[in-house]
């Protein structure tokens, strides 16, 4: 059985370990077109910033790794066409092209990078961020860089205008939206977190919408509605989609979501060929709705899947709630399930319920604020959505909650749960169980 794999990061090298674990015979080759095996392109930021002190500490195996596992990984490779009937795959190395066939098949092409049609956008100092490539011819700009403008406020934006605050530039924010990170955040969860932001130096401008960017050959400044702003280096942060286009050209199913349609087992429409990560569509929890998921635990969990069924095992992958965290600055956010923007697009009547605790006991040094909110149905009073920002301690938080929503917990199983306290580590009352789920039961009381 020979078992092809196009895409070599999070969710290729998984499915490729795991199909070998299944199936230690198995003949399996993974395609992958950058010059590199797979790495982390959530730490590329964290280069940026000066955290991490090298690019290569990103790559997950050393080659000895991938030699080990008997995986026929083939870097700067590029996959040109399927055709599903014939189960055959074109590639090109170096000028040459290749025909190879598979018995089976994973598309793990991941998502490429959306650059809207703004005036500008092809001048000199103005990036986009996917690679470690882009990443290293970034970081050399940002060496000489006094200022920056960063195109996007989701994750990404937001991550590398912390990076770029934390080299030493003078850094504005643009996003077209009234607010932030909107698929993380309703809006007055945003708040706090811009606040907090602009408590660290940076400027965001929200609902404005980038006019042109600004310069001869090279950028030198942005014009926005609401302002212009000087830039070095421009950041276009604004998201990234699925990349399908061998899926479609090959007559593959894509979903309402534009990623390729998958069923629990990341099984397409085209027979023995799977997808998974961000090239795919997942399964909201809650809603029971395809999604797009864009995290790394996703791309894992999924490609683990394709590649155990690929190899002849069984297992299926149930779905997503998103949930994701972040350190920016010095201060912590997460998120998993809904919002209740999320919510209402659903067709979803909610009620919510937001708190502000501490960290530790109030009284123990260093306790930090912790600012809570959780989203419930308003039929079933079963949770739907979680967001934290705080100091510290929100990772651990959402995963909790995570579980709890998986679970279908109400808020009086929230209220009533147990927790554990010491002044040096947590309240007696958990803000994130207790607090937020109480300020539900008062607004229930109140109606009645």
Same mark, same amino acid.
């Given at each position: 059985?020979?078992?092809?794999?196009?895409?070599?990061?999070?969710?290729?090298?998984?499915?490729?370990?795991?199909?070998?674990?299944?199936?230690?015979?198995?003949?399996?080759?993974?395609?992958?077109?950058?010059?590199?095996?797979?790495?982390?392109?959530?730490?590329? /930021?964290?280069?940026?910033?000066?955290?991490?002190?090298?690019?290569?500490?990103?790559?997950?195996?050393? &080659?000895?790794?991938?030699? &080990?596992?008997?995986?026929?990984?083939?870097?700067?490779?590029?996959?040109?066409?399927?055709?599903?009937?014939?189960?055959?795959?074109?590639?090109?190395?170096?000028?040459?092209?290749?025909?190879? *066939?598979?018995?089976?098949?994973?598309?793990?092409?991941?998502?490429?990078?959306?650059?809207?049609?703004?005036?500008?956008?092809?001048?000199?100092?103005?990036?986009? =961020?996917?690679?470690?490539? *882009?990443?290293?011819? #970034? #970081?050399?700009?940002?060496? $000489?860089?006094?200022?920056?403008?960063?195109?996007?406020?989701?994750?990404?934006?937001?991550?590398?205008?912390?990076? =770029?605050?934390?080299?030493?530039?003078?850094?504005? =924010?643009?996003?077209? !939206?009234?607010?932030?990170?909107?698929?993380?955040?309703? %809006? *007055?969860?945003?708040? #706090?977190?811009?606040?907090?932001?602009?408590?660290?130096?940076?400027?965001?401008?929200?609902?404005? $919408?980038?006019?042109?960017?600004?310069?001869?050959?090279?950028?030198?400044?942005?014009?926005?509605?609401?302002?212009?702003? %000087?830039?070095?280096?421009?950041?276009?942060?604004?998201?990234?989609?699925?990349?399908?286009?061998?899926?479609?050209?090959?007559?593959?199913?894509?979903?309402?979501?534009?990623?390729?349609?998958?069923?629990?087992? &990341?099984?397409?429409?085209?027979? *023995?060929?799977?997808?998974?990560?961000?090239?795919?569509?997942?399964?909201?929890?809650?809603?029971?709705?395809?999604?797009?998921?864009?995290?790394?635990?996703?791309?894992?969990?999924?490609?683990?899947?394709?590649?155990? @069924?690929?190899?002849?095992?069984?297992?299926?992958?149930?779905?997503?709630?998103?949930?994701?965290?972040?350190?920016? !600055?010095?201060?912590?956010?997460?998120?998993?399930?809904?919002?209740?923007?999320?919510?209402?697009?659903?067709?979803?009547?909610?009620?919510?319920?937001?708190?502000?605790?501490?960290?530790?006991?109030?009284?123990? /040094?260093?306790?930090?604020?912790?600012?809570?909110?959780?989203?419930?149905?308003?039929?079933?009073?079963? #949770?739907?959505?979680?967001?934290?920002?705080?100091?510290?301690?929100?990772?651990?938080?959402?995963?909790?909650?995570?579980?709890?929503?998986?679970?279908?917990?109400?808020?009086?199983?929230?209220?009533?749960?147990? @927790?554990?306290?010491?002044? /040096?580590?947590?309240?007696?009352?958990?803000?994130? =169980?207790?607090?937020?789920?109480?300020?539900?039961?008062?607004?229930?009381?109140?109606?009645?």
């Amino acid at each position: 059985m020979r078992i092809v794999i196009i895409g070599g990061n999070a969710a290729g090298l998984n499915a490729a370990s795991a199909a070998r674990k299944t199936n230690r015979e198995a003949e399996i080759v993974l395609i992958e077109s950058e010059d590199k095996p797979a790495y982390s392109r959530c730490a590329i /930021p964290h280069v940026i910033s000066g955290e991490i002190d090298s690019f290569n500490r990103l790559i997950v195996y050393p &080659m000895s790794y991938y030699r &080990m596992m008997k995986i026929d990984l083939r870097l700067e490779t590029t996959a040109k066409w399927i055709d599903v009937k014939e189960r055959r795959v074109g590639i090109e190395y170096g000028g040459e092209e290749e025909v190879m *066939d598979y018995d089976r098949l994973i598309l793990a092409t991941g998502s490429k990078v959306f650059i809207p049609p703004i005036k500008g956008r092809e001048l000199q100092g103005v990036y986009a =961020l996917r690679t470690i490539a *882009d990443g290293e011819r #970034l #970081l050399e700009v940002v060496k $000489r860089a006094s200022s920056a403008v960063v195109v996007g406020g989701g994750l990404i934006g937001l991550e590398m205008a912390v990076a =770029l605050r934390q080299r030493g530039l003078e850094v504005t =924010l643009v996003e077209m !939206l009234p607010q932030i990170a909107p698929n993380m955040l309703d %809006e *007055d969860m945003a708040q #706090l977190l811009q606040k907090r932001l602009e408590g660290g130096g940076i400027r965001i401008f929200t609902g404005s $919408r980038v006019e042109e960017i600004e310069g001869g050959d090279r950028v030198h400044s942005v014009r926005f509605s609401g302002g212009r702003a %000087e830039a070095d280096l421009v950041i276009m942060a604004t998201g990234v989609r699925p990349n399908t286009d061998l899926a479609r050209e090959a007559g593959i199913r894509i979903g309402e979501t534009r990623a390729i349609r998958v069923n629990q087992r &990341m099984e397409t429409s085209a027979e *023995d060929v799977y997808a998974a990560g961000e090239c795919a569509e997942a399964i909201n929890l809650v809603t029971g709705r395809p999604v797009l998921s864009q995290v790394g635990t996703t791309a894992v969990k999924e490609g683990r899947v394709a590649g155990i @069924n690929a190899a002849g095992g069984y297992t299926t992958f149930p779905g997503v709630l998103n949930s994701s965290v972040s350190k920016l !600055l010095d201060v912590e956010v997460g998120s998993t399930g809904l919002t209740e923007r999320m919510a209402e697009a659903q067709g979803l009547k909610t009620i919510s319920g937001k708190v502000v605790g501490k960290t530790r006991a109030r009284y123990y /040094p260093g306790a930090k604020d912790l600012s809570v909110k959780l989203v419930f149905d308003r039929e079933t009073l079963r #949770l739907v959505g979680a967001q934290i920002i705080g100091g510290e301690g929100v990772t651990h938080r959402i995963n909790t909650l995570s579980m709890a929503i998986r679970a279908g917990m109400d808020v009086w199983d929230l209220a009533k749960a147990e @927790n554990c306290y010491t002044p /040096p580590l947590s309240e007696t009352w958990e803000p994130s =169980l207790h607090g937020a789920s109480e300020a539900v039961l008062s607004k229930l009381l109140r109606r009645r």
